[in-house]
């Protein structure tokens, strides 16, 4: 094969790995399959979601502040967490928030087999089931959130085959980044408008009581800022429902 043919096989095959990269983990690509990223004909609404808790350094910390502003967020527990914290789990879901899974171990789903996300799912919600309490749902189906937005079309079908609705993103604050403040995630949560889904953290997936008081910060500031604008902030089965 000639030196120019086998660069642009070299060239075809970058961009196809590209393309994979971008569709299995930019949270707004739609092409693996359908995913809730945002619910544009939502109005002034806005919902604000945290992975990996529940925290029991920040998690109670941040529904007060979501209550003080008459706000109401989404959860995405991991379920080793949940396990550990059932009675934070059981104040989430009594203090009117909505849940998700967010699998038991926090792994990169398309690297486990379809069996292997299967416990993943299951493990997380006997962990809130032990808790006493149940996913949110969407059409009859709870909601899931694959770690770090990753997924290929068998993770996709897996979640749903198990009786999930993939829910992602459309607004990255980056508040997991050591580098980080609650003056830059803020900036980045201040960028939503209505129908946007906010991705934050409560929670540190590889310590129980990880620190995310800059999140904190940042959800008070995105609180005060745009509630004063006219927004109102709802868990993502009351935004789709006002989609």
Request: hydrophobic share 40%; glycine share 10%.
């Amino acid at each position: 094969m000639r030196p120019a043919a086998i660069g642009a096989l070299g060239a075809l095959g970058a961009a196809a790995a590209g393309a994979a990269v971008y569709n299995g983990q930019v949270p707004t690509s739609q092409l693996y399959g359908r995913t809730i990223f945002r619910a544009p004909e939502a109005g002034r609404a806005i919902a604000l979601t945290y992975d990996d808790g529940p925290n029991p350094r920040h998690t109670e910390e941040l529904m007060d502040l979501l209550e003080r502003h008459r706000a109401r967020g989404t959860f995405f527990l991991v379920g080793c967490w949940a396990e550990r914290e059932p009675g934070l789990v059981r104040e989430v879901v009594d203090r009117g928030h909505a849940i998700g899974n967010h699998t038991f171990t926090h792994p990169t789903m398309p690297l486990r087999s379809a069996a292997g996300i299967r416990e993943e799912l299951r493990r997380c919600r006997e962990a809130v089931e032990v808790a006493g309490r149940s996913f949110s749902e969407i059409d009859g189906s709870a909601l899931m959130r694959p770690p770090y937005g990753r997924r290929r079309p068998g993770t996709l079908r897996t979640m749903r085959e198990q009786g999930y609705v993939p829910v992602l993103w459309s607004v990255t604050c980056f508040d997991w980044r050591r580098r980080e403040t609650a003056d830059t995630i803020a900036k980045r949560a201040l960028k939503a408008r209505g129908g946007d889904i906010i991705l934050l953290h409560d929670g540190d997936h590889k310590v129980p009581d990880g620190d995310r008081a800059d999140s904190v910060a940042a959800t008070e500031r995105t609180l005060e800022t745009l509630g004063a604008e006219g927004y109102r902030f709802l868990t993502v089965p009351e935004m789709v429902a006002a989609d």
